[in-house]
């Protein structure tokens, strides 16, 4: 059984540039959520997808946007990059029928804001 | 105010001994889940334990453990027999339907062979 994938693993982008994360799901799993996770702190929840519709937001601004397709892969966007939004991002799915906020996490994707 | 609290930055506990990690939160809600998640050097988030608010029992996965007081807004995570796998950042967190995810700043646990 695959896990949750993510691309790229490490990147640097400059201020002001536009960056796209993505992220396979785990087999089975239907439901996708994204975390921002800056250093040294908790990760923070940016949004959860289910069935290709936005079903939670957390507290970011909108150039934060995202994606889920048919195959349950998704991307995170983040649109006019500011050094702040240098952070670990996590992606974590979560199975058809689970149990209520059990989630699968990836290994993240390392995102550097010059 | 929806938190999760961790207190303790940093825990160190002797290899084969037992320690307890802090986590303090708050709700307005009846209906959520509170988890532990264990965050080794590699980043991959696992999780470790979860207990449902509405069940009064402790929850108990082989040595890990939770001491949940539902009033007092407390989670705490037992490690017994701790072992060098051990050490990682462990996050608790609380879900529910309304609020999603919220994560604590996590304690970092050293294990001392």
């Known amino acids: 059984e695959t896990g949750v994938t993510q691309s790229p693993t490490h990147l640097i982008k400059t201020r002001g540039q536009q960056v796209t994360l993505r992220c396979s799901s785990q087999s089975g799993h239907n439901t996708v959520s994204w975390y921002q996770q800056a250093l040294g702190q908790g990760p923070q929840f940016i949004f959860q997808?289910?069935?290709?519709?936005?079903?939670g937001r957390g507290n970011f601004p909108p150039r934060f946007s995202g994606l889920q397709f048919p195959n349950y892969s998704s991307e995170l966007n983040v649109n006019a990059l500011e050094l702040d939004d240098s952070a670990l991002y996590l992606c974590a799915s979560s199975p058809a029928g689970g149990r209520p906020g059990e989630l699968f996490f990836g290994e993240g994707s390392r995102l550097t804001v010059l | 105010a929806q938190t999760v609290t961790q207190s303790q930055p940093e825990m160190s506990v002797q290899e084969a001994e037992t320690v307890t990690l802090s986590c303090t939160y708050d709700?307005?809600?009846?209906?959520?889940?509170l988890f532990w998640y264990k965050q080794p050097p590699s980043r991959q988030m696992i999780l470790v334990i979860r207990q449902e608010a509405y069940k009064q029992q402790n929850a108990t996965e082989n040595r890990f453990s939770v001491n949940f007081q539902k009033a007092a807004k407390s989670f705490s995570l037992k490690i017994s027999d701790s072992q060098l796998g051990d050490a990682a950042m462990y996050f608790c967190?609380?879900?529910?339907?309304?609020?999603?995810?919220?994560f604590g700043t996590g304690t970092r646990l050293k294990v001392l062979a």
């Open positions: 967190a609380r879900y529910s339907g309304t609020y999603k995810y919220i």
């Open positions: 709700t307005s809600e009846s209906d959520y889940y």
């Open positions: 997808y289910y069935r290709e519709e936005e079903n």
